[in-house]
């Protein structure tokens, strides 16, 4: 079966929804987790840029690149197995699709993001996007973005098959499954 990965990603975790297109069928849930995206031990790597917050310049700064590597390392680590996971029950993985905010990052720099409090979560919301799209194109899979609105859109005329695949879930299916399935549903042509 063909199948898509869908992932909502919060400050180091996300929620993987891998969800395969049946012919009879529709769409079927394949797999369902949280991933842990920060190393064992690391949890200042949750928000490393408050962690960087009130050090000098350049162990802030060093602090934050060891953020995003450790970040960008597990993303594609976990994809990866995720694909391994898919492909080991006979499926073709076709697609990861990974939700991102609406504007993205504004190009500031590290000092200018650790100067203003707000700025340091929005690049920590904007990292672990980052790092499933860059696990993602790591791992060689053919890559989708959802924005926000784009999902807004699109969760209200895929409703029903969302709803069934909670279903056959069964809970938890929050939020971030929801999201996380209809990614990878749109990222598998499903209207």
Partial sequence: MDVAL?????????????????????????DRRRVELVEPGESWARQPYHAA??????????????????????AEREIGAAVGRARAAGHAVRACAVLVGAAGMPPWSTDEILAVHFRMHKAEGELFRGALVEGARRCGVALVTLTEKERARRATRLGDTLAALGKSAGPPWGRDQKDAALAAWIALGGN
Avoid: F, P, Q
Avoid at 6 to 30: F, M, P
Avoid at 53 to 74: K, M, P, Q, T, Y
């Fill in 6 to 30: 869908g992932w909502k990603a919060h400050s180091g975790w996300a929620a993987l929804v891998a969800v395969g297109r049946d012919r009879a069928r529709g769409a079927v849930l394949v």
């Fill in 53 to 74: 917050e009130g050090l000098a310049r350049e162990a802030a700064h060093d602090l934050v690149r060891r953020g995003i590597a450790s970040a960008e390392r597990v």
